[in-house]
Every structure is written in C-alpha cells, then in structure tokens.
C-alpha cells in the first residue's frame, strides 16, 4: 500500500527540461493539443480567441503585462533580446 503511494509521488515529480523523455513527453502534448485544435470548427476557434482576448485584456487592466513603451530600458533590453532567440529560433525551422 505505501510503496502505492510512493510511486505515485515519484510520477508526479519533475522531468528535466533537457531529458528526452521530456522532449518526447512535450512533443506528445503538442501532437495532442494541435490535433484538438484542428478539429475545431470555425465556431469554436472564434469563441476560444474571444475567450483569449477577454483573458488578455483582463491582465493588462491588472498591470500583469505590460507594453514594450510601458517596460524599463532593462525591461526592454530582456524583451527585445528574447525577441531576437525567438526569431531567430523560428528561422531556422
């Protein structure tokens, strides 16, 4: 019974970012996640995209995100510059 317990603790514990079970686990999820998301009709993704905006701009009126004009010069800096990762990341697929 306790050893049970114990093995349900350890599943839920962390896998390393750069393991490849975690990578296989993500890439799992994503296949996951894009095939609900083509099944979806026009509908449907028109009412997640509201549901997205109204979340959006829910946190903005909060301050919890905030505009590239609104950010401090090291703000700016961190988000230009994982900018840059992204884009670059993205031109390389």
């Known amino acids: 019974m306790e050893s049970h317990k114990a093995e349900k603790n350890r599943s839920k514990k962390q896998i390393k970012k750069n393991s490849t079970a975690y990578l296989c686990q993500r890439e799992k999820a994503n296949g996951k996640k894009r095939k609900f998301l083509d099944n979806m009709t026009e509908e449907e993704k028109h009412i997640k995209r509201a549901k997205g905006r109204k979340y959006y701009h829910k946190k903005k009126q909060e301050k ?30």
């Not at 919890?64 to 697929?93: C, D, F, H, L, S």
Request: proline share 0%; aromatic share 6%; charged share 55%.
């Open 64 to 93: 919890k995100v905030k505009n590239i004009a609104e950010m401090t010069e090291r703000e700016k800096r961190k988000q230009i510059k994982i900018w840059k990762e992204v884009t670059k990341k993205y031109r390389e697929k």
